[in-house]
């Protein structure tokens, strides 16, 4: 099963991705995830994202691109995978395509989980809490929505026009965007 995870910040793409991880035995490819764990590392990749990640706005494609291919070359991603949080732009897109088809790997379903935007700013808040995330603070997160909507949103239509896009509401409770999810990807 190789999936694409497609959503705003706060709609739940980790939280689901984790549940699918362990459903599907496959794992999941946060793009998020990596770089910071580049920045805690203090690694010079993780050096040049950190600001930019702090001010809610995209790290460059290159780098973004680089970390996926390198990624998916690992042993793990042989039955499949979940990308969460990238592609992120159109050209980013076209990157993992060209990365997939290079690998013979094609992708299964794009699933896009649609949230309320007002809801997504309190969710986000409410996990700035726990998350000590540099990131999850109103201005912050009012960027990173509009960068969603600029950068990010024209996915939903570019992976529509491949028959890949399923969407799935994410404003019910988690069990059941899980379930909604499955009965997407296995339709
Ligand atoms: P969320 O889904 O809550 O927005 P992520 O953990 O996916 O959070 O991403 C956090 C930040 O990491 C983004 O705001 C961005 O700066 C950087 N980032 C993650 N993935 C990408 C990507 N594919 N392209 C560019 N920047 C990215």
Do not use: W
């Amino acid at each position: 099963m190789r999936l694409i995870l497609l959503g705003p910040p706060g709609a739940g793409k980790g939280t689901q991705a984790e549940i699918l991880v362990s459903a599907y035995g496959i794992p999941q490819l946060s793009t998020g995830n990596i770089l910071r764990a580049a920045i805690a590392e203090k690694t010079p990749m993780g050096l040049a994202a950190k600001e930019i990640m702090d001010r809610g706005d995209l790290v460059s494609d290159e780098i973004v691109n680089g970390i996926v291919s390198e990624r998916l070359d690992h042993e793990d991603c042989k039955p499949g995978f979940i990308l969460d949080g990238f592609p992120r732009t159109i050209p980013q897109a076209g990157a993992l395509d060209k990365m997939l088809a290079e690998k013979g790997m094609g992708l299964d379903a794009v699933v896009e989980i649609t949230a309320d935007p007002d809801v997504l700013v309190a969710r986000v808040i409410n996990r700035a809490k726990e998350s000590n995330r540099a990131d999850d603070n109103p201005d912050v997160i009012r960027n990173r929505l509009s960068v969603y909507s600029e950068q990010t949103a024209p996915l939903v239509e570019f992976y529509r026009g491949k028959g890949l896009l399923k969407s799935v509401d994410g404003m019910q409770p988690v069990d059941e965007v899980t379930a909604a999810i499955r009965r997407a990807v296995h339709n």
